[in-house]
């Protein structure tokens, strides 16, 4: 089953083009790597998905992005609520100057939701889905920088499953971190992804191969290639992408 | 190597000298005014009103209380104003022309004279707008004064909320003014009042400005409406130093500036307060 459909995409940051004629397909409750050199566009691609790149005045997009059969940027006159379906984590970690409770609670605050009995449930959900209640659990007041780089990131993620979306987007989430602390997020991925669907964008190869169950290799601002991961790293049918998971260059 | 190491000691020296001559300088003012200031400082001379006659028998209080009343009146005035403005300049505005001009033309009006902001009072809020010379006309115009020191601080403060805060919170669905409300303002405010506070301190203690458009030498009454004139630490303390005939005349003016000092002083530990207090949450 396919979740969002990417149309002839082109986008633009002010004259200079970064993205050419993406076509893609991306199914549903997997999870899709995007890989590539940096500078390739695929952090711009993934912020398509959730229209963060709204935020850029000089930014211009042609071509379609279609979600539950509805165009992302022409049916959703209230954008919050597309965000509020296709969750995002950063690449640093960026908790809120709050308490844990709060940073966990903030999308649902800021959806409206003010009985402190319903927040209370689902930071509990929440922070359990993301296996992070049990180090949390006894200081849930205390500021969210108390907190160690990976949980930091984890709490990101739990911050992001409180709203419960259907598709999350991550920009390379485990850049900052220690391999110990990257292997609990992609244990984490994986176990969500029988929930949603997951779109993670990666430098690390290792990573896509580890977590994947489709890649996407982009090269200067186009899709080379897109396949399941064990045939592209494998098997890759075209000459720059084996050149790049080779370490050719990238 | 051995150069190297003499350069190193060289222009440590050099920061190290500029730091104490300005120490020294700022150790010299508190002390003059702290030892010949101290001996007029009574329960009398801070609690009763001014007697004209005998300044020996009468005391600064209205003067007191004018200057905190106009700085409360400041403060009314220019701190709402001037955070909403940052606000909208930092937050809202978009990149362009108009935009970079305004910004511009609100960094060049922290620099403006004092006097020349006294005289612009003068002529709108006490003859155009008809306030007279009053307690509403000086804290109009120097909440005017203050307004750009406010939204200067305050844009700055507003700038150094890292970006990453506003991307999570537009991404877990929030508006923008959500996001201003609920993550810029609370990582910024201790800045703003922080600014704030300094700008109002530094208006409270002008005296050019407040001569023009409302501050008297001598009333014999305490203000009681916005429309009064008032009495002002610093114009008392100007009168005193030059006009006054009386003998005692310096050592009051002297004990007038420290109380003015400290009002400035208790104010700048309420910033330190605020910013204490809010930091140790806001650490990123």
């Not at chain 1, 220690?178 to 292997?183: E, L």
């Not at chain 2, 020996?56 to 400041?74: E, M, N, V």
């Not at chain 2, 750009?148 to 999570?168: D, Q």
């Amino acid at each position: 089953m396919v979740k969002i459909i990417i149309k002839n995409l082109k986008f633009w940051y002010g004259k200079k083009q970064v993205l050419d004629d993406i076509n893609l397909l991306i199914e549903n409750k997997k999870i899709t790597a995007l890989i590539g050199p940096s500078g390739c566009g695929k952090s711009t691609l993934l912020r398509c998905m959730n229209r963060m790149n709204d935020l850029i005045s000089s930014s211009k997009i042609e071509g379609n992005l279609i979600y539950n059969n509805k165009d992302i940027h022409k049916d959703y006159e209230d954008v919050s609520i597309l965000r509020k379906q296709i969750g995002m984590v950063f690449q640093k970690p960026n908790p809120f100057p709050m308490s844990i409770f709060e940073n966990v609670s903030y999308g649902l605050r800021a959806a409206g939701i003010k009985d402190k009995e319903i927040l209370k449930k689902i930071v509990e959900e929440s922070l359990k889905r993301a296996d992070l209640w049990d180090e949390v659990k006894d200081r849930l007041d205390s500021s969210a920088f108390s907190l160690s780089g990976g949980q930091q990131q984890r709490l990101c993620i739990t911050r992001a499953l409180a709203i419960n979306p259907d598709v999350i987007l991550l920009d390379e989430p485990c850049s900052a971190l220690d391999p110990i602390a990257t292997a609990k997020i992609e244990k984490l991925l994986i176990k969500l992804k029988d929930e949603m669907t997951i779109i993670i964008v990666t430098h690390n190869m290792h990573q896509a191969r580890r977590i994947s169950d489709k890649t996407i290799y982009m090269l200067d601002g186009k899709v080379i290639e897109y396949s399941e991961t064990k045939s592209l790293f494998v098997k890759p049918k075209n000459k720059l992408t084996k050149d790049y998971i080779n370490g050719e260059f990238g | 190597m051995v150069k190297e190491k003499t350069k190193e000691k060289f222009y440590f020296n050099i920061f190290r000298i500029c730091m104490l001559f300005t120490i020294f300088i700022l150790g010299f003012i508190l002390l003059y005014v702290i030892i010949n200031g101290y001996k007029v400082i009574n329960f009398r001379f801070l609690t009763t009103m001014w007697n004209h006659q005998d300044i020996t028998q009468g005391g600064i209080f209205p003067a007191i209380f004018g200057s905190i009343l106009l700085g409360i009146g400041i403060s009314i005035i220019s701190i709402p104003i001037g955070i909403c403005t940052a606000i909208y300049i930092s937050e809202y505005a978009k990149e362009n022309y108009f935009t970079n001009m305004v910004k511009i033309s609100i960094r060049n009006l922290a620099g403006v004279p004092s006097v020349v902001y006294g005289l612009f009072g003068l002529a709108f809020f006490v003859f155009l707008l008809n306030l007279g010379t009053s307690l509403i006309a000086a804290s109009l115009t120097l909440g005017c004064m203050t307004l750009p020191w406010i939204i200067t601080s305050s844009e700055e403060s507003i700038k150094s909320v890292p970006n990453s805060f506003r991307e999570a919170s537009i991404a877990l669905g929030a508006t923008k003014w959500q996001t201003i409300k609920k993550v810029v303002v609370p990582s910024s405010l201790g800045g703003m009042l922080t600014g704030s506070i300094l700008g109002i301190s530094r208006a409270v203690g002008e005296t050019a400005p407040i001569i023009m458009v409302g501050a008297t030498f001598y009333i014999s009454y305490l203000p009681t409406s916005p429309t009064d004139k008032f009495m002002a630490l610093p114009y008392h303390l100007f009168i005193l130093a030059t006009q006054h005939s009386s003998p005692d005349a310096k050592a009051y003016a002297l004990g007038t500036a420290l109380v003015l000092i400290s009002l400035t002083f208790i104010m700048n530990l309420g910033i330190f307060i605020i910013r204490y207090k809010l930091r140790k949450k806001k650490e990123w």
